[in-house]
């Protein structure tokens, strides 16, 4: 199945579990009736990966961060940090849905997708 497809899946009844976390934790952190059953890992599998400068999560406060598509887990967890670590109104999450583009633009400090040159972490 795709991790697309797994939230919906399950809300519809179409499957009675999964084993794609990605797509049902980010409706189940806001309330969505979702139980986890089993967990083969003992924290999530995401990483913040910066350029070296970046030292802590404090020194990300007025910088981009580059997450997956908008309402995905990835982009949940950067809210968090930010959150987390009161980053203030100036950090921002970009939707880079592409990996490759993610890693590109981290190295470049600029994203690579024509359609948006922005800065990165």
């Known amino acids: 199945m795709?991790?697309?497809l797994a939230a919906p899946a399950l809300f519809d009844?179409?499957?009675d579990y999964t084993t794609i976390p990605s797509s049902p934790v980010t409706p189940a952190a806001r309330g969505a009736p979702l139980k986890v059953i089993?967990?083969?890992s003992v924290k999530l599998q995401h990483l913040l990966i910066?350029?070296?400068e970046v030292g802590s999560p404090t020194n990300l406060a007025g910088k981009r961060i580059g997450a997956g598509a908008f309402g995905t887990?990835?982009?949940?967890?950067?809210?968090f940090i930010i959150d987390r670590y009161r980053l203030g109104p100036g950090t921002a999450i970009i939707?880079?849905?592409s990996s490759m583009d993610?890693?590109?633009?981290?190295?470049?400090g600029a994203s690579t997708p024509a359609s948006s040159r922005?800065?990165?972490i």
Do not use: D, I, N
């Open 2 to 4: 795709s991790a697309r």
């Open 13 to 15: 009844r179409a499957v």
């Open 38 to 40: 089993c967990f083969t």
């Open 50 to 52: 910066s350029r070296p």
């Open 73 to 79: 887990l990835p982009a949940y967890e950067a809210r």
């Open 95 to 97: 939707s880079v849905p």
């Open 102 to 108: 993610r890693l590109m633009g981290t190295q470049k």
């Open 118 to 120: 922005r800065h990165w």
